[in-house]
């Protein structure tokens, strides 16, 4: 089993910064692929970053492409999501997820064997 942790969430500015941070533990954790969610009310959950257990090969959708950044410490067990140039629309719960099956990054919730428990990230304008 592999345990998720999310922090940094928060209330920002719009035209601000923030990280968020995803603490994984258990068995071979870091050899997974990470993915970042978020949901709003009212909406579907989507997919807004995904890494590969190497870190070579990501994914953005195209409304965070060139504001958001994700990386991983595999030493730490860590996978993270810069976030700036927030704007209102950005304003979710934020979960990180974990891949245990290799393939190309997933996409779909349903692609993600282990959830952490979100973190609201709320974008003022």
């Known amino acids: 089993q592999v345990e998720l942790v999310e922090s940094g969430g928060g209330l920002v500015q719009a035209g601000g910064s923030l990280r968020l941070s995803c603490a994984a533990s258990g068995r071979t954790a870091s050899n997974y692929a990470m993915g970042w969610f978020r949901q709003a009310p009212g909406k579907e959950r989507e997919c807004v970053a995904g890494?590969?257990?190497?870190?070579?090969?990501?994914y953005y959708v195209d409304s965070v492409k060139g504001r958001f950044t994700i990386s991983r410490d595999n030493a730490k067990n860590t996978v993270s999501l810069q976030m700036s140039s927030l704007k209102p629309e950005d304003t979710a719960v934020y979960y990180c997820?974990?891949?245990?099956?290799?393939?190309?990054?997933?996409?779909?919730?349903?692609?993600?064997?282990?959830w952490g428990q979100g973190t609201q990230v709320t974008v003022s304008s």
């Open positions: 890494i590969s257990w190497s870190g070579v090969s990501t």
């Open positions: 997820a974990a891949d245990s099956e290799w393939r190309v990054l997933g996409t779909r919730p349903e692609d993600y064997d282990y």
